[in-house]
T-cell receptor, first 117, second 113 residues
Framework: GAVVSQHPSRVICKSGTSVKIECRSL??????MFWYRQFPKKSLMLMAT?????????EQGVEKDKFLINHASLTLSTLTVTSAHPEDSSFYIC?????????????FGEGSRLTVL | AQSVSQHNHHVILSEAASLELGCNYS??????LFWYVQYPGQHLQLLLKYFSGDPLVKGIKGFEAEFIKSKFSFNLRKPSVQWSDTAEYFC???????????FGKGTKLSVKP
C-alpha cells in the first residue's frame, strides 16, 4: 500500500514554543491530507482537512491560528502548533488520500507524539 | 451528526477464541465502511473495507466483516484469534469516496497466550 511518513515521531518542547510536524506521502500524490488528534481512550478527532494549494478547512472548535496547516505540494503537508501549551500534548496523526484513488481509503502516518512541558 | 459507535472499549480473549467487535453507524445514506488496526507502537493500517457488492468482506490476517444495512452495522470477526492480534481496532465510515472518515472510539483487544 501507499506510504505516508510523519516527522518527528516524538517531540518534547517547552511551553510557549512552536512545533512543526511534517507529513509526506512517499510514493503517491495526495491532493487531500487530513490531520487528526488522538486522545487516550478516545477516537481520532479530525482537526482539519488540507487541500494542496488552498487553505485548510478546520473542524469546529479547532483554532486555526494555533494549529497552522500548510499543504504546499502534492506530497507534503505540515502542522505547526504555535505557542504550545501542556494541554496541546497529544498524539497527532496525518493521513492522505491518493489523488488518483477513488476508493476513499486513507493512508496514515506513524503519528507524532507531542509533549509540552 | 454522523457518528460511529463501537460498543466494546476493551476485549480480553484467550488464544483460539472467536472474536466479534461491534460497529454501528448513524448515517442513513450510502456509506463506505472501514476497519483499521493499530498494533502497539505502530501506525494505523487498513484491515478491510466495504464499498459495494458482497456484504461479507474478507480482509488481511483472517479478519472479515459483515455489512448489515438494515442494522447499520459492520461488525468485525475472526474465528480464532492469536496473541499477535493484540491491538486497537477502529471502525470508520465515510460518505462518498472523497469525504472524511468518521472514526469510532476504538476497541482495544488483548489476547492472552
Amino acid at each position: 500500500g501507499a506510504v505516508v511518513s510523519q516527522h518527528p515521531s516524538r517531540v518534547i518542547c517547552k511551553s510557549g514554543t512552536s512545533v512543526k510536524i511534517e507529513c509526506r506521502s512517499l510514493d503517491f500524490q495526495a491532493t487531500t491530507m487530513f490531520w487528526y488528534r488522538q486522545f487516550p481512550k478516545k477516537s481520532l478527532m479530525l482537526m482539519a482537512t488540507s487541500n494542496e494549494g488552498s487553505k485548510a478547512t478546520y473542524e469546529q472548535g479547532v483554532e486555526k491560528d494555533k494549529f497552522l496547516i500548510n499543504h504546499a505540494s502534492l506530497t507534503l503537508s505540515t502542522l505547526t502548533v504555535t505557542s504550545a501549551h501542556p494541554e496541546d500534548s497529544s498524539f497527532y496523526i496525518c493521513s492522505a488520500r491518493s489523488s488518483t484513488g477513488s476508493t476513499g481509503e486513507l493512508f496514515f502516518g506513524e503519528g507524532s507524539r507531542l509533549t509540552v512541558l | 451528526a454522523q457518528s460511529v459507535s463501537q460498543h466494546n472499549h476493551h476485549v480480553i480473549l484467550s488464544e483460539a477464541a472467536s472474536l466479534e467487535l461491534g460497529c454501528n453507524y448513524s448515517y442513513g445514506g450510502t456509506v463506505n465502511l472501514f476497519w483499521y488496526v493499530q498494533y502497539p507502537g505502530q501506525h494505523l493500517q487498513l484491515l478491510l473495507k466495504y464499498f459495494s457488492g458482497d456484504p461479507l468482506v474478507k480482509g488481511i490476517k483472517g479478519f472479515e466483516a459483515e455489512f448489515i444495512k438494515s442494522k447499520f452495522s459492520f461488525n468485525l470477526r475472526k474465528p480464532s484469534v492469536q496473541w499477535s492480534d493484540t491491538a486497537e481496532y477502529f471502525c470508520a465510515v465515510n460518505r462518498g469516496s472523497q469525504g472524511n472518515l468518521i472514526f469510532g472510539k476504538g476497541t482495544k483487544l488483548s489476547v492472552k497466550p
